[in-house]
Every structure is written in C-alpha cells, then in structure tokens.
C-alpha cells in the first residue's frame, strides 16, 4: 500500500491485530486448559487486553486518520479502499460505545461463559440467568451507542454481518421456514424415513482415539496445514475455531463415543472455517483485510466443507473403505448408500449442532426470533426456557425435557454476542450457491469421489479464501457468483438431494 496516510493507517492498526492475538491466546486457553480457579483471574487478564485495544482504536491520531481519509477520490486503490471502510466499520463500535462499557462486555463475558459451562453440566439456567440478563442489557446499550434506524437489533447484526438487518432476516426464514417444513413432512411421511439407527446411540462403540485418527486423516486430505495450526478435544464442550496468528489457526473438536459421525463432521465444519483463514493473502497479515470478511461467509465455507463435501454421496464412496477400516467391528457390513442414508438422516431434534441440513435453520429461525425479542424487551429473559419449548414444539415438533437440551445448549449467549445466529443460515444459503458454481467449472462429483480435494481447495482459496475481507459478503457473492445472496440454491439442492434419498418428490 503506498498511500502514505493508508501506509501511518496500516502500521497502527498492526498493534491492535497483534494486541487481538493475544487475547485470541487467552480465549484459547481459557476454552481448552484453563483450570475452573483460574477463571477470575483470567477474565481480568483478558478485560485489561480489551482495555488496552480500545485505546488503541481512540488514540486521536488513529481515529482522525480512519474518519479523515478521503475515499471518494481516485488515488486509492481498492485495497486502501478497503482497509479505511473496514476501519469505519469496526470504528462503528470502538469510537461509538464508551470504553467502560466495552470492558465490561468483555469482562461479563468472560465470567457468563465458565458459569454457562457449569449451568449446563447442571442443567440449572437459574444460575446462568444473572449473567444473561447483564449481557442482553449490555447489548441492549451497545445498540443504543452505535445507532439504528428501525431495530435496535440491526445494529448487532451489522457488527458480524456488514449491512444485515433484522428485515432482510425476516424476509429470508418467510421463504425457509414453509419450504422447509414442507420437505421435513414429506420426509416423515416417507417409507423411507428412520428416527434411528442400530449403527450409533446404542450398543456399538466408537473409541475416541479411532475417531480422532479419522478426524485427522479427513482434515489432512481437506488441505489444513497441521504445522500452523491444531486440533484439541474440547468435548463436551462447544467446538470452535480460533485464529492466533496467519501461521496459528487452531480448532477443536468434541467426541461421543456411541455416534461416529459426530466428531467427523465437527472435525471438517471446523477445518472449513481454520482453511478460509490458511488461505489468506500473506500480504494482508495483520493488516485490517486479513480474516474472512464476515462471519455468514466463514459460515459457508464451514458448512461447504460439512455438508456439501462430508455429507455428499461421492464422499460416503471415498470414505467407505476407510470406515471398514478404522471401524472394522463395527461397520465391516455398512455399504455405501447405508451410509450415505445414516449421514442424512433427516428427523427434528432437540441440538441444533447435531440438526440435519433440513431442520437447521429452523433452530436458526427459532434463535433469530427470541434474540430479536430480548434486545427489544418483548420477552423478559426468565421467561427462555418456556417459550424455547413453546417454538421448539411450533417448529420442529419436539420438546427438550431439559434446559441442557434446551435454552442451555448453546455457547453463543453466554460470549456476548446477540445477532450472530442468522449469519449461520447465511453460511448455509452461500454455501450452496458457490457450490453450484463450483460444479460449473470443476467436475466436483467425481473429485469428491476420488477424495481428490486438493482442487477444490484451490478453487476455494482462487475465488474466495485469498482476498481475506478485501470485498464485503455481497460483492463477494456477486463476484464469484454472479449475483448476491439467494436462497434459492439451497432450496434445490435440499429437494434434489433429499427426494433421491428418501425416493420422494419433493414439494
Ligand atoms: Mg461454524
């Protein structure tokens, strides 16, 4: 970048990435290692990092240059262009929202994520509620700070996906939501279809230690560089990505002895993620277009690896072979399509992480409208665990008897963030549209078959992985796709794929 004021921009900034990964260390740390005594201690340590990165971004100089730099004129280049809007975007919530109360989102946080853990291994949300409430207000005057038009709740979803409002949500689940119940019927009518599965949740076991060799196999065949990065078990813990430095990106992953796929799908859904942030220009490192763009595309390469790769027939056939192998006992007899079948087998459930790709975004749906509740006080938050049942039983048709398997069961609240649910539905939705483009240009079925992925991984990193958050979601959706976010194409792919499986015409 030879803009010199872009140049003074780009230096400065470098000690908040830096700063950033740091505390991403202790983020890290605090999921995977950190003995229960030590959590007080740590939410200090991590609440002063937040201090000393928020004054970062308020040094006088440092903001006068991201809000002064005139973009309109010719002399940047699109990269300069970039950095200055994703600086005014981030500068949304740092130079708008007063340093207190930044600290104590972080510090809140911190402290409501070890309680959660604890709650939910109890299965008691009483002693999460304390913590909740803080957080929901906390958001509450986050939104206040950086300014709406019409949602307090749009403000929240704009930090996570640029330009996403709680309008455009509403418009996207109205055309999911009946579609998808409409296939999930079917499904259920179908001779075809199996709420279990001798092969898991009974009486076969898969040892931890064989899955996570598997796991291995998988994410070396994907393209994840194991020397930059790692795979820790976390279980029962929520699994994550977390990216330490451009040659440090990490994931874990969780492991139930009595479901095989479980650990594997965790295993490729999380490597999607850490191979968007492998793939990133060097160029860009500790820059503010290092990192994928936003969290609805992260989503999508997470899931592309999940579902449209792991999920598919093509991959089942590769994997055969070597599910007789490491799992001899227990699947010596398992054909293909068996597998294939057990893979997706489509049926409402209580866990969103474990949904098929029907149900999922009807616990997305599910989350979008009680988050928007709560930023807008139309429920009060110890009212959850009630009217999570009452749409629960509207949508999917099942009840958790537990609040673990209920309103305790995700991680998300208890971080901080309300409004990051939706992008998860984004993933899904641009998933599926670049895959469809994909199979324009690579004979994808036959890779996938061969368990060639390399290709698909340098199709990835081509069109998408190496330009980092140098174009937001919707320029990049047009430029790789033609056009911006339908849900059309996952709409098709869901009838194509699922009335093979379930021998159906699908609605
Ligand atoms: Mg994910």
């Not at 958790?400 to 990051?420: A, F, I, K, N």
């Amino acid at each position: 970048m030879s803009n010199k004021k872009i140049e003074k921009l780009v230096g400065k900034y470098r000690e908040i990435s830096l700063l950033g990964k740091t505390e991403a260390v202790l983020g890290w740390d605090l999921r995977v290692n950190l003995p229960k005594k030590g959590a007080e201690g740590r939410a200090t340590q991590i609440a002063h990092l937040t201090e000393i990165i928020t004054e970062k971004w308020l040094d006088p100089e440092f903001k006068k240059l991201v809000e002064g730099i005139d973009v309109q004129g010719r002399s940047l280049t699109v990269e300069e262009k970039a950095v200055v809007r994703n600086l005014r975007h981030a500068g949304k919530f740092y130079f708008k929202v007063p340093k207190e109360i930044i600290v104590e989102f972080s510090q809140t946080s911190t402290r409501a994520t070890v309680v959660w853990d604890e709650a939910r291994k109890k299965d008691n949300f009483k002693d999460f509620l304390p913590y909740l409430k803080k957080l929901i207000r906390l958001n509450q005057i986050i939104a206040e700070h950086i300014g709406y038009k019409d949602n307090p709740y749009d403000a929240l979803l704009d930090l996570y996906e640029p330009g996403l409002t709680s309008r455009q949500c509403k418009q996207i689940f109205a055309k999911l939501q009946p579609q998808l119940t409409a296939i999930l019927k079917s499904i259920q009518k179908s001779k075809n279809y199996r709420e279990k599965s001798d092969l898991v949740e009974g009486e076969l076991d898969y040892p931890k230690d064989d899955q996570e060799q598997l796991c291995f196999f998988v994410l070396r065949k994907m393209g994840y560089d194991l020397d930059a990065g790692r795979m820790d078990d976390i279980s029962p813990s929520h699994p994550f990505t977390s990216e330490l430095g451009r040659f440090d990106v990490r994931i874990t992953n969780r492991y139930n002895t009595k479901d095989f796929r479980e650990g594997l799908m965790v295993a490729m859904h999380e490597t999607g993620h850490a191979l968007y942030e492998q793939g990133v220009s060097e160029d860009y490192t500790d820059t503010p277009l290092q990192g994928g763009v936003s969290l609805g595309i992260h989503e999508s390469q997470s899931r592309f690896w999940e579902n449209q790769i792991g999920r598919s027939r093509e991959f089942m056939k590769f994997l055969t072979p070597i599910f007789h192998a490491f799992y001899p006992r227990q699947l010596s007899e398992v054909d293909t399509d068996t597998l294939f079948g057990l893979f997706n087998q489509v049926r409402p459930s209580l866990i969103r992480t474990e949904a098929d790709e029907v149900t999922y975004n009807l616990h997305i749906a599910l989350r979008f409208e009680l988050e928007e509740a709560l930023v807008n006080s139309k429920i009060e938050p110890k009212d959850l665990p009630e009217v999570w049942r009452v749409k629960m039983k509207k949508y999917l048709g099942v009840v958790p008897e537990t609040d673990r398997e209920g309103v305790l069961q995700d991680v998300h609240w208890s971080q901080g963030p309300m409004g990051y649910f939706p992008t998860y539905t984004l993933g899904n939705l641009y998933a599926a549209q670049f895959t469809e483009k994909m199979k324009k240009e690579l004979n994808l079925e036959e890779l996938i078959e061969k368990g060639e992925l390399g290709t698909v991984l340098s199709w990835l990193r081509t069109n998408i992985h190496q330009y980092g958050s140098l174009y937001w979601p919707d320029e990049l959706s047009k430029k790789v796709t033609g056009q911006g976010l339908s849900p059309k194409y996952f709409l098709d792919y869901l009838r194509r794929k699922y009335s093979k499986i379930y021998s159906l015409k699908l609605p």
